[in-house]
């Protein structure tokens, strides 16, 4: 995330000062960091853990709930939750207890554990769909079902939308560009060297006349999609775009891939669930299993049945599809407490119940406040969107997208005790989230109003 401190923006000073407060009150996450710099690419293990707007590394001793703990003990009411891995709260108390049961007894086999037939049977009863497989991350599960999509069509387009991220599948990392409408790789993308315009095909959200053009000479073997982007803001569907879009896509038989990875927050079972929709394939990862890298991904009879017909005539050897490690007991174990305990209306009447509050006090500042300014929720997650109405699409994000203020936004709140998701303004509550921390971030927000130029 962009450091402003430097820039012409109005928020520069203010960024300084908080960058100060941080680097203050965070001498021991500093030391890890520079300690973590011999050994570690940027000082971390992954590199976009740096993508925050703090000036250093913040580093974490405890989450429990959503109550997350630094280096230096400072206490932050989670509302990130590790970009909604940790959805059902941090270490929810049976996943956990799943997890150190099912750790003396085996952690991977390469063979099922006995364990599968009741995971096949929640998953089918909680989602909706018949038949299941497994992957280890949702970018996993989404290279897999692309497989299965190509192989079961026989055709090799895919398409998807302007601001979409299906993690790190190479297909799907493209933008639009805007005045050809041709398909152009993302230029942030490293060591990129596919031919993305030969295969990927991209159109704006929300446009059904954009989708009905691209389906029409019948090359395209899926549509990849969230039922809203969540990761470019957030952009809801126009009501009534998704029955239209998925007979739109029957007609043209492109299969539907509904990517509920985020939108899993929606309402038990998901939002293609929630609405009474059918794709083909669902495909979630992040949360399924409480928090334990695991994903899936269902599918309808007659497309297992499609699935059994291709692998059957394939020569034996590498599908391309599956990792050693998917689908290991330890992960079982943990998904088969996640989907019994954690998957359930209560737990989801409860994070929509803090999510709606949370929205409503956000909204009331805002108005009290005359700020251009909105909030859009789906289920248990929201955006805080620094513009004055709702985005359609990605284009919208892109003109009207305030980065400073949310790079801003961040970094204040966070050196108050309130995580919200970097990248975006992304708040999502859980069945840990309590009226307090509700309380919390809204007290954190009249501050934030209170120091904010006009
Ligand atoms: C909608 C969606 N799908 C897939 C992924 C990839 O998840 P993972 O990074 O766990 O593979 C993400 C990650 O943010 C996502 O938002």
New binding site residues.
Partial sequence: MSDISSTSSPLAPLFEAERQRFLASHPRSLALSTESQAHFLFGVPLHWMRDWPTPGTLFVQQAQGVQLTCADGHRYADFCLG???AMFGHSPAPVAEAIARQAAQGLTCMLPAVDTPAVGRMLSERFGLPVWQMAM????A?RFVLRWARAVTQRPQLLVFDGC????VDDTLVDRDPSTGQTLPRASVLGQVHNHAAYTRVIPFNDLAALEAALSDGQVAALLA?PAL??FGLVPPDAGFWPAAQALCRRHGTLLIM?E??TISTAPGGYAHAHRLEPDFL?M??AIAGGLPC?VYGFSADMAQRMRAVKEQAPEGHSGIGTTLTANALTLAALAAALEHLHTPATYAHMLQQAEALEQGLMQRIRAHQRPWTVTRLGARMELQFMATTPRQADDVRQHGQPDWEAFTHLFMLNRGVLLTPFHSMMLCSPATQDSDVQRLLQVFDELLAVLPS
Avoid at 137 to 140: G, H, L, R, V
Avoid at 165 to 168: L, N, S
């Fill in positions: 970009d909604t891995g991350t949702a970018s996993d989404n991220y299906h993690g790190a969230e969540t990761n990517d990875t985020h495909v990862g992040k994903a």
